[in-house]
């Protein structure tokens, strides 16, 4: 008999009971249909509102409190083992309305594809509950385009009504899926993988395995897309939802082979009777062109602290290929990466680097915690100068940093003190200095720079975070009432609350990339960002939100957030992250600085050759401060105090 096994994985979806009756009440043979539920509940009442279905024979339902739940491809997994050996199988969402007679039309259409082993899926065109359907034409999918974590996008296109008979394609919708279901037994849904993803590496996973993809020519369901703030998402109800797509994204990538391996998939890899090859030819796409070098893989994979176990493992097979240990360690010394490479390296797989190589990385790790704690040293004994002359100081960056969010002082490089004072107390603050043997070495608007009388220590005091030409009205008073006591070397010092440290550290790293026309001299600044989010997982981001819409610094925050997703992998709250995605020119800059952040040639194009180099400079600079301000009129401050230091009061020759 021509039974049908529908499996829906619903999550607090109240669309669920009208996408159940909508397929009974449209099909042609409504006898024959079985279906799988993984219903996801919150409440009593939630669990009970499907009570209604529990009567419906042959609908097994599994249900689970939504606070065990892993995602929708474990719980589409879940789903499959309710299958009791129906002929077909339909996996669609738990948001979906059917054609007239969609159960013969899917089984007629599957006898027409040219493959014993034909799987029918497509983008459905959209409905609006509670039956409005908003269009009828059936689609193919294409690639788009790879994101910055290598997950491919696919897209709807053409118009498949043309054809009499479903068409070839190399991609499925998880939404809708209709083949023979012996497919559940050969490509089984892997409970490992989150959400990005899922159709990619399952259309690979199915093909390589022996299945044809094909588009129907006709349209049999539809999908309601708008409904995302209409019922709970799985990302809001789960604060540690990132941990699991990181890992799912990594799984992802080892198996279509942007990264190398050494673990074995088993059912959940790629089949062995046709290659990924073949389908890269099929689909269009090339997954090895987003691999990253084997140096710049494995620094990667050694910029955060601690290192967890599939991590771990990466490093492993990385160190097992052919390292520029030469090219590694200069990228890791230009970036302010060594203390973190040499630590990661050491705690996971040391016996697998070189002995050289690993003894001038030990050699440098105490050579820098040596200077760091002199550093720190003298960082303590100004405090209590300031301290008894009853000014109040903030110490940040540098050793503050890397004992707040990296807990260990020796892993990070930092070159000088920096330290945050109040205005009224600037000037006393450097009379203090050069009492203690300090001479002045350059003054600037915001801050004044110092160095200690045998040049060994410089001593940079601020009375404002970034220059003017970065307008931040961020009050020391405020920062000061929000500071947090921080444990350093056994001494109590006041240190920046981690809200106020993200958002600083955002304004700093797109201040640093506008100075530099639109490159990131260090990817340490970035790795800071992303230390700070791992380290302090119960962020209130409210109040950062608030200061930077305060301070027209939006867009600012939201670069530096872009950065570290798009180099890091960071995971932001997903209700911050759809407001950072929506800025399209914050995307932009950031998409523009990680394509340079590894490229041979650093250094950007001159605006015209026919200005001198500093000109070029300055006008690289306000190209990219004029798309991350927000105000108009801090663009046009930007280019009054251009023109006055660059112009104005540039020397003649």
């Not at 050494?262 to 099929?282: N, P």
């Amino acid at each position: 008999m021509e039974t049908i096994f529908i499996q829906i994985a619903a999550y607090r979806d109240r669309e669920l009971i009208p996408t159940v009756e909508d397929a009974i009440a449209q099909a042609t043979h409504s006898e024959r249909l079985s279906f799988g539920i993984c219903w996801q509940f919150e409440t009593q009442e939630e669990f009970h509102y499907i009570d209604s279905l529990r009567t419906i024979k042959n609908c097994r339902i599994e249900s689970i409190p939504a606070t065990e739940s892993r995602g929708v491809c474990w719980a589409r997994s879940k789903v499959q083992k309710l299958w009791r050996g129906e002929r077909y199988t339909l996996q669609i969402d738990s948001h979906t309305r059917f054609a007239t007679g969609w159960d013969t039309q899917l089984i007629e259409m599957l006898a027409q594809c040219p493959s014993d082993k034909a799987i029918l899926s497509a983008y459905p065109p959209a409905y609006e509950p509670p039956r409005n359907l908003l269009g009828n034409t059936p689609s193919r999918l294409v690639p788009n385009r790879f994101n910055e974590s290598g997950i491919l996008g696919l897209m709807a296109t053409d118009d498949l009504s043309k054809y009499s008979s479903p068409q070839p394609g190399a991609f499925i919708a998880a939404g809708f899926v209709f083949s023979d279901a012996f497919i559940i037994k050969e490509v089984p849904y892997d409970p490992n993988r989150y959400f990005l993803g899922e159709e990619i590496v399952f259309s690979a996973r199915a093909w390589t395995r022996g299945w044809d993809i094909y588009h129907p020519h006709r349209t049999v369901c539809w999908h309601y897309y708008n409904n995302t703030k209409t019922r709970p998402l799985h990302w809001e109800d789960h604060k540690n939802w990132g941990t699991h797509n990181s890992v799912s994204e990594q799984r992802f990538r080892q198996i279509v082979g942007i990264e190398l391996s050494s673990q074995k998939f088993g059912v959940y890899g790629l089949g062995k009777i046709r290659t990924l090859a073949d389908y890269e030819a099929l689909a269009g796409v090339t997954f090895r062109e987003q691999r990253k070098d084997s140096e710049i893989e494995l620094l990667y994979s050694c910029l955060h602290t601690p290192i967890d176990s599939p991590t771990a493992d990466r490093i492993k097979t990385l160190l097992q290929q052919n390292i520029d240990w030469t090219y590694l360690i200069h990228t890791a010394s230009r970036h302010g990466l060594m203390p973190l490479l040499y630590h990661n390296l050491n705690t996971t797989y040391p016996d697998a680097v070189p002995e050289a190589i690993l003894t001038q990385l030990r050699d440098n790790f105490y050579a820098n915690s040596l200077r760091n704690l002199s550093r720190t040293q003298e960082l303590l004994k100004l405090l209590d100068l300031f301290h008894t002359h009853n000014i109040p100081a903030i110490p940040y960056k540098g050793v503050i940093l890397a004992t707040s969010v990296y807990g260990n002082p020796a892993l990070r490089q930092f070159a000088d003190l920096d330290i945050l004072v109040h205005e009224r107390d600037f000037l006393k603050v450097g009379e203090l200095l050069i009492s203690q043997g300090y001479q002045p070495q350059a003054t600037w608007d915001w801050e004044e720079s110092f160095v200690n009388s045998n040049g060994t220590i410089e001593v940079d005091i601020h009375k404002a975070i970034i220059p003017p030409y970065f307008p931040l009205p961020l009050d020391f008073e405020h920062l000061w009432q929000r500071s947090q006591p921080l444990s350093l070397v056994g001494t109590t010092v006041p240190s920046f609350s981690p809200e106020d440290l993200l958002f600083i550290l955002c304004i700093q790293v797109a201040k640093d990339c506008c100075e530099n026309q639109g490159r990131l001299e260090q990817l340490i600044k970035v790795c800071d960002i992303a230390q700070v989010i791992r380290t302090y997982p119960n962020l209130n981001w409210q109040p950062i939100i608030e200061t930077a819409r305060k301070s027209a610094s939006l867009r600012m925050l939201y670069f530096g957030l872009l950065l570290t997703n798009n180099l890091l992998g960071t995971t932001i709250p997903q209700d911050i992250w759809l407001d950072v995605k929506a800025d399209a020119v914050a995307v932009s800059l950031a998409t523009q600085v990680c394509e340079h952040l590894f490229s041979k040639g650093n250094n950007p194009p001159s605006f015209s050759r026919y200005l001198p180099a500093d000109i070029n400079i300055g006008i690289q600079r306000f190209i990219f401060y004029a798309r991350i301000r927000e105000k108009v009129q801090h663009k046009i401050q930007y280019i009054s105090d251009f023109l006055r230091r660059e112009v104005i009061q540039r020397p003649q020759k």
